[in-house]
């Protein structure tokens, strides 16, 4: 004869068993939890959970080494990346266009993927491809051409969005190292351009960025990016004293819920892109846009062990 106590007790065993199931099921355990690291403004934030998108705004001044008048220019770069599997694989989509003298041209779009190797102690490694897609279409010896240039000369690690007329890839590495409230992060490039109407005519330029950054407070992180970009070959060709192009950037970015703004001033160290101009300087504004689906739904994920709190759900 079963005694009314053990039926209690198997009672209430079966009665929490679903609580404890659902419990379970709502705790996200992430195998690639790693230390909180600034995003920055340029370069991809690798270990990213959430879906981001970018707004990119850069203005400039060039000033001509012809000694003329200060020409003034405008780059508009969008982007998109989505996590798949865990943070262990990523795709994305990035188009720029730019405005200068009166005039606008489109640049190139990028679609591509990368996958990465990380660590809980904040290293990262990893690397990936992008196909460029002929979306600038324009003579490369009318005002189009004047106007794109100026725009590759803010960014001339972007100088492949503003080839006209050509179809390429991007292969590419990154590094990510975390200490504490520091970041060191860096990504290497190789752009393979083909003209869609001289196939014999290439285009490679190789591309490196650095960010260094630091925590400076729970919301605000401060940094510097720096990039180069070498002209291996050039269609209308290139001396050796302007094969490099080097840009610095001081920036600061906030970091909020769900928005993540940074500003950035930038200057050439050296000549700047193909010798074309004397100097440029400037600044970038980049808003970022977050979105965590296990936020989105009221998903309670552990704690990545930085010393933040954990997510908690949404109140509803």
């Not at 100026?150 to 972007?158: E, K």
Request: negative net charge; proline residues 8%; charged residues 20%.
């Amino acid at each position: 004869m079963v005694r009314p106590a053990a039926v209690g007790i198997v009672a209430a065993i079966a009665a929490a068993a679903p609580a404890r199931a659902l419990a379970t099921d709502n705790v996200f355990d992430d195998p690639y939890r790693v230390p909180a690291a600034p995003r920055p403004p340029t370069l991809p934030e690798l270990t990213h959970a959430e879906t981001e998108g970018t707004l990119e705004a850069t203005g400039g001044a060039i000033l001509p080494n012809t000694g003329s008048d200060v020409t003034h220019a405008y780059v508009q770069r969008i982007a998109l990346e989505v996590p798949v599997g865990l943070r262990r694989w990523y795709v994305g989509a990035t188009y720029e266009f730019a405005a200068s003298g009166g005039r606008a041209v489109s640049g190139n779009l990028e679609l591509g993927g990368r996958t990465l190797w990380a660590t809980p102690t904040g290293l990262a490694f990893g690397g990936g491809v992008d196909l460029i897609v002929p979306t600038a279409q324009f003579d490369e010896t009318g005002p189009a051409a004047k106007t794109a240039l100026d725009a590759a000369s803010l960014r001339p690690w972007d100088v492949a969005f503003f080839v006209p007329n050509a179809l390429g890839g991007r292969p590419f590495v990154d590094v990510r190292a975390i200490d504490g409230p520091f970041v060191a992060q860096f990504r290497q490039a190789l752009d393979l351009m083909v003209s869609t109407r001289s196939p014999w005519t290439t285009r490679i330029y190789a591309t490196v960025g650095v960010y260094l950054g630091l925590w400076a407070t729970r919301e605000v992180a401060a940094g510097i990016e720096a990039f180069e970009s070498y002209a291996l070959t050039s269609a209308a060709g290139v001396n050796d004293e302007t094969r490099a192009a080097v840009v610095i950037s001081p920036n600061v970015r906030l970091v909020l819920p769900w928005v993540e703004p940074a500003i950035s001033a930038f200057t050439n160290i050296g000549t700047p892109l193909q010798g074309a101009s004397d100097r440029i300087w400037g600044f970038r504004l980049a808003f970022t846009a977050v979105y965590d689906p296990s936020r989105a739904l009221r998903v309670r994920t552990k704690s990545a062990g930085d010393g933040k709190p954990e997510r908690e759900p949404d109140p509803q």
